[in-house]
């Protein structure tokens, strides 16, 4: 089911590097948020505290919030392996488990989880393959390895994985930019589908792309060399790019720096 993501005041650092400065937006449900901005803005820095995958990251810290339909994801006792199974990654590279057959790595998840029931098993994996839009590819060959799929079924397969545990929230860092242009126009016809049941929050590089798959898009900056990354303006992606209420968004749609 999706859910609303606010953010509020969210500073974050990397040991005594203060990489991103008082953020605050709201991703209401059923939408796609794109995330723009030049090399070392922030944007997957900020992408990775929304499911506290920063956590990965040793001397990576967060101060503020995030809620997800009004709950802190980083509230007492809320556990990141928790997090993560609500708001879901999908990454810049597909990650399948390469020997893992495309059926295991699309219900690794459950099995973590301890569904252990065949039955069940299929039926999500029919359904997030479908939801992937990968399954009529490779119904006929689900014990095959997943390594062995080209890079965009990879990385369709990688969302089917992230969708087969039912999150509320998809964040997807850069997901097109190992894929050809094919692959790549597969991808953004899915998101608008998959928009229809989560909340989708997208990093790109790509401002095509942005202003074609997204609902509203936050543009991201830097002030200067060493300082924090910050959120310039976050609008209707149909204003944002024809008509930003700030100067620097406009500059950088312009194609006048970044
Ligand atoms: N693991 C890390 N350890 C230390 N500093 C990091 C780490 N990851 C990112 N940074 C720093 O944080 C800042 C923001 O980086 P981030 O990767 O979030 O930017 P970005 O906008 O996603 O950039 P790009 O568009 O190049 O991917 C940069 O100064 C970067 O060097």
Redesign the pocket.
Known sequence: MAKRLDVKDLNIY??K?H??NEVTLSVPPRSITAFI??????????LRTLNRMHEE?P??RVEGQVLLDGEDIYGRGISPVSVRTTIGMVFQRPNPFPTMSIRDNVVAGLKLQGVRNKAELDEVTERSLRGANLWEEVKDRLKKPGGGLSGGQQQRLCIARAIAVSPDVLLMD?PCSALDPISTLAIEDLMGELKKEYTIVI?T?NMQQAARVSDQTAF?NLSGVGKP?ELVEIDDTEKMFSNPTKKQTDDYISGRFG
């Open positions: 990397y040991g590097f990489a991103v901005g030049p090399s070392g803005c922030g944007k997957s820095t900020v990251i001397g990576a850069e990093v590089h991201f990354g």
